[in-house]
């Protein structure tokens, strides 16, 4: 009995032992960093084979990325924390892992996310400038036909009292010359000009039932709203159109205001974001910017995307993630 109690805590004790061998070599083989962008760098597992540094890729810690002079490798942690190359040399991932603190929270999450989403842009890079430079023409052409198009997010989630609703008069589509003389073009460009003045608008905001809370007439493209009095988790509709031309027209249009529950986990997890990543950052802005975003907040994931692309433009990743955001609300880059 004693011998098999014995044989039983051996066997035990070698399969907890073969247990975290194996799980040592699952998390040795876990990738440490995920490329964010790359300019004239390159990366060896072996020191010898080396292959061009691209968004997305996946590095292990024995990995070494080589930076040429005047190149750049920027790198997510799976902590979420960035690790930037910006001076010639050949390094291992390992080591500049070690630049960062341990650690993977809020930030780890949302920074997997916009590596997710940076990775099916570079995959699909062909197909999404020719997307967005078709939905750019095609945007353009209805735009003139409308001759309003947005400037703030066809829906929004609404954290805090304010709410801040914006559009624009769009360029008509440029005109071929009249062959059969210039007084024509001449009149047609006088009454062009007077029809450009014509710019006073209604604003229109209802309930999702269409009973109106709030009608103006503006000389303006933007307005700011108290929120304060309106019921929190509902939807509410705006519409604008030209005074004098109805029918030029911007419609279904929203917007809902969190209930105080749900912005203050917002408010909590976006502090938390900034904590993890650092204030003042490109990248703090970008995994806000994402976070925001996931929550449908796309007015405040706006604002955070032109900061970061304001602190470091020249990440076209950047530009990217911003262009698709305009796109999915119905804006305009």
Known sequence: MKKSLKNICSIGLLAVGLLFLFTQNILAQAPTCRVMTARN???????????????????????????EA???????HSSGKTIEVKS??????????????SGKGVAG???GYVMDELTKANKKDSYFQQNMQFTGATSKMSNSTNKLCLDSPNFTNIVGR?????????????KFDDPTGSQEKDESDSQAGAES???????????????????????????????SA???????????????KPRINLSDNSFRIL????????????TTIRKELGEGSAWSDIVTASYYEQNKLYGMAIAKYKASIKRDPSVQEYQQLYAKCLEQVGMEK
Request: glycine residues 6%; aromatic residues 6%; charged residues 25%.
């Open 41 to 67: 760098a390159s990366v060896s597992s072996d020191g010898n084979d080396w292959k061009s540094l691209r968004c997305g890729l996946q590095l292990q810690a024995s990995d070494k990325i080589k930076v």
């Open 70 to 76: 005047g190149g750049l490798a920027i790198l997510v």
């Open 162 to 174: 304010k709410v801040t609703l914006a559009w624009k008069f769009c360029n008509e589509v440029p």
């Open 197 to 227: 003045q014509k710019k006073t608008v209604v604003l229109t905001i209802t309930d999702s039932l269409d009973k109106v809370i709030r009608e103006e007439t503006l000389d303006a493209t933007t307005f700011s709203m108290d929120v």
């Open 259 to 270: 209930q105080d529950n749900e912005a203050k986990q917002i408010e909590a997890e976006s």
């Open 88 to 101: 010639a040399g050949t390094f291992i991932v390992s080591s500049l892992a070690g630049q960062t603190q």
């Open 109 to 111: 999450k949302f920074a």
């Open 230 to 244: 309106l019921e929190k988790g509902k939807l509410y509709k705006w519409n604008v159109h030209l005074k004098s």
